[in-house]
C-alpha cells in the first residue's frame, strides 16, 4: 500500500515538537495516514496539527525510555501494520562537556536517551513495519567518525556513534530482511536542540528528509543518508 508519498501509514515515534511534529505535518500534508506520539499528556502542537488533519493523524502515548510503555504501545497497535516506522528521539548536553569533565549521570543519560532506547524501540516495534516497508531512525552527521576532525559536542557526538553502531548490528541481525533499514542526517536545523544559529531552516531540511526517506523505499539494507540523499561517511 503506498499513497504519492510512497508510505502510505507512518508509525512516528517522537512527534511533540521539533524535528519529529514537522516530519509528522509533512507526511499528513502527503496524504499518509499517520500514528504519531508524544510522551506525557500535555496538550502538544501535535494535538493542534490533529484537529485539523482530516482523520489522518492519531496520537499515542508513550516514553521511550519506560520499556514496558513501548511494550504497551505494541500492544496497542498490534492488529495494524505500517509501511514506514520512524524513531525520533534525541537529547543534547552542554557543547562544551568532554569526556573529562562531563557527569556519569549526564553521560549515561545521553547514551540511553540517543542510543539505547531508541534501538529498545525497533526491537519492540519493528514487527509492525511490512515486510517491504523501512525502518528509519534519526541520526545525526555529527554520528560520522570519519567526519569528526573539529571536536566539540563530544558526548552528543558519542551517543550518534553508538547508535549508528547499534543500528548496524540489528542490520546484521537481521541481514535476511527486505525491508530498508536507514539512519538519516537531518543537517544542523533551526530547533530547540539545533539552537538559532544552525545553518538549515525546519522547512530547508523536513520536506528534503522526507522525500529522501521515501526515494528509498524498496532498496533493503542499512544506509546512512542526508536530508539530501547523500551518503554519509561512517
Do not use: C
Not at 509492525?128 to 534519526?138: N, Q
Amino acid at each position: 500500500m503506498s499513497s504519492a508519498s510512497g508510505n502510505a501509514t507512518v508509525l512516528l515515534i517522537g512527534a511533540s515538537r521539533g524535528l519529529g511534529y514537522a516530519i509528522a505535518e509533512e507526511y499528513v500534508d502527503r496524504g499518509s495516514r499517520v500514528v504519531a506520539t508524544v510522551r506525557g499528556s500535555r496538550r502538544t502542537a501535535l494535538h493542534a496539527l490533529q484537529d485539523t488533519a482530516g482523520g489522518q493523524l492519531d496520537i499515542e502515548h508513550v516514553d521511550i525510555n519506560a520499556p514496558e510503555q513501548v511494550h504497551a504501545l505494541h500492544d496497542r497497535l498490534s492488529a495494524r501494520r505500517f509501511d514506514l516506522l520512524f524513531v525520533n528521539a534525541g537529547t543534547a548536553n552542554r557543547p562544551e562537556e568532554t569526556t573529562a569533565n562531563v557527569t556519569t549521570e549526564e553521560f549515561t543519560r545521553l547514551m540511553v536517551t540517543n542510543a539505547l532506547s531508541p534501538m529498545r524501540v525497533i526491537d519492540t516495534l519493528g514487527d509492525l513495519v511490512d515486510p517491504h516497508g523501512t525502518i528509519a531512525i534519526m541520526s545525526s552527521g555529527q554520528g560520522s567518525i570519519a567526519n569528526n576532525d573539529r571536536g566539540g559536542f563530544e558526548i552528543y557526538r558519542a551517543s550518534k556513534s553508538a547508535l549508528n553502531q547499534l543500528m548496524r548490528s540489528y542490520a546484521a541481525r537481521h541481514h535476511d530482511t527486505d525491508r530498508t533499514l536507514l539512519l538519516m542526517a537531518p543537517g544542523w536545523v533551526k530547533t530547540d536542540l539545533g539552537g538559532p544559529k544552525a545553518r538549515l531552516t525546519i522547512e530547508e531540511s523536513i520536506p528534503n528528509l522526507v522525500t529522501t526517506i521515501d526515494a528509498q523505499r524498496g532498496r533493503a539494507g542499512l544506509h546512512y543518508l542526508d536530508y539530501l540523499g547523500h551518503t554519509v561517511a561512517w
